[in-house]
């Protein structure tokens, strides 16, 4: 890894303070047993989508402290929201808003990541091949390079069952 070993935090004091918001999501496969307990809110640690809800707010607020160019931004709003779409899937989306000079596509980011891992935590008593996977930016808005709206994944998502048999 060539490099200088020069770090910097972008200068972000010229820019206009602006409503931003952004949107992430990922998705963790887990075996059915897993998914059944989770859903049924059986696991031993207790409900597992109320604590990775919780996780990835105080993920979100934490940002700058997990990645240290990342600027400290006021959050006006943090909404993690954890749900079961088919057996075996679970899916974290968080929104991140704020009123600041910087957007908080990393804040968003983190929150699912820190969920993510919540679940993982929460669920590995149980399914030790719990798999996180597809985090990303779905959209942002606000700032001055504009909104983002990311385009729809390019190949349906095979069911870990599915995927097993081909």
Known sequence: ???TGR???ADVSGKEATIREAVAEGWVFLSGAAWEMIRGGRMAKGDVAAVAR???ILAAKDTPRILPLCH??????????????RRG???VESTARTVA???VEMEALVAVAAAALCVYDMAKPVDRGIRIEGIRLLRKTGG??????????RTARRSAPASRKA
Not at 72 to 85: H, N, Q, R, Y
Not at 144 to 153: F, M, T, V
């Open 101 to 103: 000079t910087t957007g």
């Open 7 to 9: 770090v910097r935090m």
């Open 89 to 91: 899937a679970l899916r």
């Open 72 to 85: 400290p931004v006021p959050l006006a709003a943090g909404v993690v929201e954890v749900t079961l779409p």
């Open 144 to 153: 001055k390079s504009g909104d983002y709206l990311a385009d729809a994944p």
């Open 1 to 3: 890894m060539g490099g």
């Open 54 to 56: 919780v996780a990835g």
